[in-house]
Each structure stands twice: as structure tokens, then as C-alpha cells.
Nanobody
Framework: QVQLVESGGGLVQPGGSLMLSCKAS????????ASWYRQGPGEERNWVAS????????NHANSVKGRFTISRDNAKNTLYLQMNGLKFEDTAVYYC?????????WGQGTQVTVSS
């Protein structure tokens, strides 16, 4: 069955960096656009970034543009989010997402906490 498993979250100081990973299985990962979303405390889930199926086109939310970079390795069925210059307001649970014809799939999320 379709599975998305995020990893790489943690506690980091402001200005620090983290790399999130999302391992996909159960479907042909290289055929689909993949995205990252995040949900901060008391907030709705918001889109962060998307990448096309071959990794040639990316889009990032204005709030993370220039600091975060989405990428993918289709040979490893893995989606990444490199996060640099982290701010307090980046604290959230980060989710990877793939929209397949049958349904919308989400990972379980990984917590990122930015704190001094």
C-alpha cells in the first residue's frame, strides 16, 4: 500500500539548519508531483513547497523562499526539504504529500521545533 514516512525533524536553534526526508513506497514515486506542508501550533496545514515528477520545476511558499529547498531522488524514492536559516515561526509538524489519481496521501509528520 502507499506509504510516506518522514524523518529528520528535531530541535534546532534560530538560524540553524535541518534536512527532512520522506521515503515513499507502494506506488511509482517518479510519476508524481510531491509536496511539503506544515502545521504550526493552533494553525491550519499550509503548503510549503512542491516539485514536479522529475525534479526540474520547484515552487516554494513566499515565507520560506530563499531559505528552504525542495528536492527529490527518484532512484531512492525519497523527497527532501533542506531548511536553512530557521526561524521561530518555522516551528511546526512537517508533512510530505503526494496526490495520486485515487487519493491524496500524507505521511505521519515530523516535528520541527525552533527554539533558543
Amino acid at each position: 500500500q502507499v506509504q510516506l514516512v518522514e524523518s529528520g525533524g528535531g530541535l534546532v536553534q534560530p538560524g540553524g539548519s535541518l534536512m527532512l526526508s520522506c521515503k515513499a513506497s507502494g506506488f511509482r514515486f517518479s510519476d508524481y508531483i510531491a509536496s511539503w506542508y506544515r502545521q504550526g501550533p493552533g494553525e491550519e496545514r499550509n503548503w510549503v513547497a512542491s516539485i514536479d515528477s522529475i525534479g526540474g520545476v520547484t515552487n516554494h511558499a513566499n515565507s520560506v523562499k530563499g531559505r528552504f529547498t525542495i528536492s527529490r531522488d527518484n532512484a531512492k524514492n525519497t523527497l527532501y526539504l533542506q531548511m536553512n536559516g530557521l526561524k521561530f515561526e518555522d516551528t511546526a509538524v512537517y508533512y510530505c504529500n503526494v496526490r495520486l489519481p485515487a487519493d491524496d496521501y500524507w505521511g505521519q509528520g515530523t516535528q520541527v521545533t525552533v527554539s533558543s
